[in-house]
């Protein structure tokens, strides 16, 4: 009986636009560590790639060698602001992780009429998640004076969020109700904050892992949310330690599904699901 020979497919070898070695990318990880506390895993290479790729375009560069020299150089300042963006996620939606919202605004409701709230939401991305704190708060203290500020790395997306507009696919995720109240249906199909809820929110650049934060008040809820994942232990205890006090005596620090801050346990204790209060009375 004759053997049928295997089939044999042709090999094809990929080749990338631009060189990318192992060295650039160890160059961008100690980079993107130093300028933003972003713990890149080895296994990113091909996405840091995808990401960056763009930005050799624009600068007609030949290699990512030239890049990150270009980065390091005293012309390259002004790059490093379209580096880190591109390397940053933005991944969110209205009322993500919605098992925080209950707990914040039985949270506001106690402190009703003890004067102004403040709210700080230190990864607001392209807004959904300091909006969804503004609208929790004017269903749960509409008479109230609350103000948010809603800090990011990325100053593009801080540029999405203080105009407030958003598609249908976004407000859909919305509570039965809230987008009829808190949102203007445009012409264009796109739906903006209204200015009410617009103006309680000032959005600003901030960077977690700079040593001088603006910040003198304190808050009566910091959200840092799905951020502390991209730092290690050390950037992490680091940020935990500057919002200690930020955090009013009686505050409350919400963080993201997949962090806790167990190791820190001087500073804060769990209160409830990701959820934390300061470790000792201040």
């Not at 790729?53 to 270009?70: G, M």
Request: proline share 5%.
């Amino acid at each position: 009986m004759n053997k049928i020979p295997p089939i044999v497919l042709p090999s094809f070898e990929f080749t990338r636009e631009f060189v990318f070695s192992e060295a650039d990318f160890e160059r961008i990880r100690r980079l993107i560590y130093q300028k933003a506390g972003i713990a890149l895993n080895p296994s990113k290479k091909d996405m840091v790639y995808g990401r960056l790729v763009r930005r050799l375009r624009a600068l007609q560069l030949s290699s990512f060698t030239a890049y990150v020299d270009y980065l390091e150089s005293s012309n390259g300042r002004g790059e490093f602001e379209q580096f880190v963006n591109a390397l940053t996620t933005n991944l969110t939606f209205f009322f993500r992780e919605e098992h925080h919202f209950p707990i914040l605004a039985e949270h506001l409701r106690e402190r009703a009429g003890r004067g102004d709230l403040q709210i700080w939401c230190a990864a607001a991305s392209t807004g959904e998640e300091p909006y969804s704190i503004a609208m929790t708060a004017l269903e749960a203290v509409p008479r109230s004076n609350v103000s948010l500020l809603a800090t990011d790395l990325d100053t593009s997306v801080l540029e999405v969020g203080r105009k407030g507009l958003y598609g249908t696919d976004k407000i859909a995720k919305l509570p039965a109700g809230y987008a009829a109240r808190y949102f203007d249906r445009l012409s264009d199909g796109q739906y903006q904050a209204k200015p009410a809820l617009r103006q309680m929110i000032r959005f600003s650049p901030l960077n977690l892992i700079e040593s001088g934060w603006p910040m003198r008040q304190q808050f009566d809820a910091i959200f840092c949310r799905n951020v502390m994942i991209y730092f290690d232990r050390e950037t992490q205890y680091a940020v935990l330690r500057k919002f200690a006090p930020l955090l009013k005596p009686d505050g409350l620090l919400f963080v993201g599904h997949s962090e806790n801050v167990y190791f820190a346990a001087d500073l804060f204790k769990l209160r409830g699901k990701t959820v934390y209060e300061h470790a000792r009375p201040r």
